[in-house]
């Protein structure tokens, strides 16, 4: 049964019109004794102009959107046939139409083999106010998932050129999901790293660029994907989201315990095949109190919600946002419509959900209505969607997305936000 049966169907084009208006964002920042303007209180429509961007790309799993050459344009990180390895490059990002030209970070790692893994990180990882990537040498799932992952990271010389490669450490099989943070609030990045095979999670402290040390080494059979970080007790330090799981960062010290919680055992309480607790997490402040709320959603099969889970006291209250989205292997939370207040970007990965004998894949925008109970879906796709990534990608203050349409497309689009 499908779960959109009261979304009204849209005219997809090029230009994909969410059909709703949204209120002006500027009006909620006016004080209450400031004059609102007729041209102001005037409600913005919401849509999506569509444009490909890469055209020629294999296996694009692990992917990220991030400014790596300083020029304000977000570019896409990539690494490209993940399934059996290849190199780590970037597109650069331009306004206009056509492809972005492929920029390679490294054909090939310090060490024998090519690059692959299910995920991938952009950060400033050595603090010099530049974006930095990770490497992740491994043959890729499809060739031999058990092999054991070697992790570097790439240092950008400011304008993603020249790229000089520091080792990190290694992770026992497929990498899965990976995270930058700084957990020990040290000044310096850290990393976490979490395994399909072998179900782990690993934790590494960065003591130099060259110098890392394994910290933590966590297996639970129950772990296999599904991560993101950020500070769901509010005690200023990063805790991590793993696969319906939360492990509670001990403070300053990360040698010491991560104490782990389960926070809906649905999300990893699975059985069968490479599919089971296949998840998708994401951390998000939306309500102010300086604690994440955990937005989580079933990546592989159907059947599972879209929840957002909010701590209260040792326990969490659930809200359901979508009852079921099959194989929802995409799960972002922003201010779409730039109402002030969060919305959730979410949609079937196509490739997935055919084995599961769905025949539709929509990609659905869900808009909160400000008080994080209701939401309303709008539609604004059809042909699906795989890990898809939000950003600003042209600073222009609305927030567009990338769409990679399902795990075996040769096509990547992005869609840009036209509401300003």
């Known amino acids: 049964m499908r779960y959109l049966n009261k979304i009204q169907t849209a005219t997809i084009a090029t230009v994909f019109t969410m059909g709703a208006f949204v209120g002006c964002a500027e009006k909620k920042e006016k004080k209450e004794n400031e004059e609102v303007t007729t041209e102001e209180m005037k ?183 599904g991560m993101d970080v950020g500070d769901v007790n509010g005690d200023g330090f990063v805790d991590i989201v793993a696969t319906g799981f939360v492990f509670y960062n001990p403070g300053k010290d990360s040698k010491e315990e991560w104490k782990q919680q389960n926070i809906d055992e649905q999300w990893n309480n699975q059985t069968g095949d490479w599919s089971r607790n296949g998840t998708k997490a994401f951390l998000r402040d939306v309500d102010g109190d300086k604690m994440d709320e955990i937005f989580i959603s079933h990546s592989e099969r159907a059947g599972y919600p879209v929840v957002m889970y909010k701590k209260d006291g040792e326990n969490w209250k659930s809200t359901i946002i979508a009852d079921s989205i099959p194989a929802c292997h995409t799960l972002q939370v922003f201010d779409f419509d730039l109402d002030g207040d969060y919305d959730v970007l979410t949609g079937i990965n196509k490739g997935r959900a055919v084995n599961l004998d769905i025949d539709h894949f929509e990609i659905i925008l869900f808009l909160n209505e400000g008080d994080y109970k209701n939401w309303e879906p709008m539609e604004i796709g059809k042909d699906g969607i795989y890990n898809g990534q939000a950003i600003d990608y042209d600073s222009d203050g609305d927030m567009d997305f990338f769409r990679y349409p399902n795990h075996e497309a040769k096509e990547v689009y992005l869609q840009e936000n036209k509401i300003k």
């Open 43 to 225: 409600p913005k429509e919401l849509s999506f102009e569509q444009r490909k961007i890469a055209d020629s790309v294999k296996y694009l799993w692990a992917h990220t959107p991030k400014d790596l050459t300083g020029d304000g344009i977000a570019d896409l990180i990539f690494i490209n046939n993940n399934a059996n390895g290849g190199e780590l490059a970037y597109a650069k990002g331009k306004k206009g139409e056509g492809v972005w030209e492929k920029h390679i970070i490294a054909e090939k790692p310090p060490r024998e083999g090519l690059f692959a893994g299910g995920d991938l990180e952009a950060n400033d990882v050595d603090g010099d106010g530049d974006m930095d990537v990770i490497g992740i040498n491994h043959p890729g799932e499809w060739t031999d998932a058990s092999a054991t992952a070697y992790l570097f990271w790439y240092e950008n010389d400011g304008k993603g050129q020249n790229w000089k490669v520091h080792t990190i450490g290694e992770a026992p099989d497929a990498v899965k999901d990976v995270n930058f943070a700084d957990f020990d609030n040290d000044g310096k990045m850290d990393l976490a790293i979490l395994t399909f095979d072998e179900h782990t999670l690993s934790i590494f402290h960065q003591n130099s660029a060259d110098d890392w040390s394994r910290v933590q080494y966590i297996k639970d059979e129950a772990l296999h994907e």
